[in-house]
């Protein structure tokens, strides 16, 4: 989990370049880490998620010299700039009829590389399923407690909720939900 000090923010908000590189270099890999969950398989290229984590990334920094919430809501502001973000991503992906191709594999090494990229996209593609079978926020509990390692109380600050136990009770409530999920799925695989 990142913390953004008070000294390094103040000099972001300034205008020091030296300060914005490294909150920005900071939030870039959790940044990355939200597109990618958020985004998952459906996206054509890997490089969506990347391009969709630097219009976030932008959307800060144009979005800093305004910003006077201190650094204990700073996190929430990045959420709420990286959420509307990807819904635009998502909407330009509807309007998007192109449909690129892979190039051509020639080595073995490719090949052996591909499988694993085949099978990294095949359990991104079961995961956003299971997401995307969870209520809203539900779904913003898991990606904020699991896949970007936020607090319990960082995740009740960031989507405004009551309090940190409320956060764990939804957490809760999320994992039940998706382990059910995974369980009539095993159930209904057919037989070999």
Same mark, same amino acid.
């Given at each position: ?32 880490? %939200? ?33 006077? %919430? ?8 990045? %959420?709420?700039?990286? $959420?509307?973000?990807?819904?635009? $991503? ?26 694993? %990229? ?75």
């Amino acid at each position: 989990m990142i913390v953004v000090e008070d000294e390094l923010l103040a000099s972001a908000m300034t205008g020091d370049r030296f300060a914005m590189q490294s909150l920005l270099g900071m939030l870039r890999p959790v940044v990355t880490r %939200y597109c990618r969950s958020r985004l998952g398989a459906q996206f054509r290229r890997d490089s969506d998620a990347d391009d969709c984590a630097q219009e976030i990334l932008l959307g800060v920094l144009v979005a800093l010299p305004r910003y006077r %919430y201190g650094t204990d809501k700073f996190l929430a502001f990045v %959420y709420g700039i990286a $959420a509307h973000k990807v819904v635009d $991503a998502r909407r330009r992906y509807v309007r998007d009829v192109s449909s690129p191709v892979a190039e051509f594999l020639t080595t073995p090494a490719t090949l052996i590389e591909t499988d694993h %990229y085949v099978e990294d996209f095949e359990r991104r593609q079961r995961l956003d399923g299971l997401l995307d079978r969870l209520p809203a926020r539900q779904r913003e509990i898991v990606i904020l407690r699991v896949v970007l390692g936020l607090s319990a109380q960082e995740t009740a600050d960031t989507l405004g909720m009551a309090s940190a136990g409320a956060v764990r009770v939804g957490q809760h409530r999320a994992l039940a939900t998706m382990r059910g999920l995974l369980a009539d799925a095993v159930d209904n695989e057919p037989s070999l």
